[in-house]
């Protein structure tokens, strides 16, 4: 089972958005919307959201599961910026 949530980056400002432990991230631009797709554990939480201040996310999903990322409907990996480490 699977599950999706997105976040809209409503602010006036970026988000900078990390991935933790393996240490990937992005800006998140005003307007711009992140889609995360995710394995749903059968015990726990899926995935850790922190907000450290009103621009800066950092996500620790769950190590045993499988995720996707997607910004503004398309795969991360396929953007021009790609996530960097």
Known sequence: MKAQQTFENKSKHPISVTFEPVCNYCLLQPGDWLTL????PNTGDALK???YGP????IYPDSRLE???????????????KFKR
């Open 37 to 40: 797709i995710y394995g749903v």
């Open 49 to 51: 959201l922190i907000f």
């Open 55 to 58: 621009d800066c996310l950092w």
């Open 67 to 81: 995720y996707e990322v997607l910004v503004n409907g398309l795969l991360s990996e396929d953007l021009s910026w």
